[in-house]
């Protein structure tokens, strides 16, 4: 009876070595991960012209001038109409959307938390 609890406490001991939480991310909530992707307080000045500015409101796509797909992701107004269509949609490349930037890799997590915390938040300019 001895051997078999010396054999299966080394037992346990060697399989809950292996056992680590190694996701940093998975400890916090967005606004506060390792990574830097602060979520709280977006706003579109500080964080989201930006974001749409670098990807999404150039030439072509959805500039004032383009207005790809009737938007237009170059001002405030234009990006607030945006968010009640399929802007979430297309930025997380679901199904039944058009992935978002076209032709561009998909937009960060980080960015992607960013527009959805935004929008969350009533769009506050």
């Not at 299966?8 to 399989?15: D, E, N, S, Y």
């Not at 500080?46 to 383009?66: E, L, P, R, V």
């Not at 039944?96 to 929008?119: E, V």
Request: include cysteine; hydrophobic fraction near 35%.
């Amino acid at each position: 009876m001895n051997k078999l609890k010396i054999v299966t406490t080394i037992a346990l001991v060697l399989i809950l070595s292996g056992c680590y939480f190694d996701k940093e991310d998975q400890l916090y909530p967005i606004s506060t991960t390792g990574t830097g992707c602060d979520t709280t307080n977006v706003t579109y000045s500080a964080s989201i012209k930006t974001i749409f500015d670098n990807n999404c409101a150039m030439s072509g796509c959805h500039d004032a001038q383009t207005k790809s797909f009737g938007y237009d992701l170059s001002d405030y107004n234009g990006s607030v109409a945006s968010t009640q269509g399929r802007l979430l949609g297309a930025i997380n490349h679901q199904n039944g959307f058009s992935a978002m930037p076209k032709g561009m890799a998909k937009l960060s997590d980080c960015d992607i938390s960013k527009i959805t915390a935004w929008i969350n938040a009533g769009t506050p300019q």
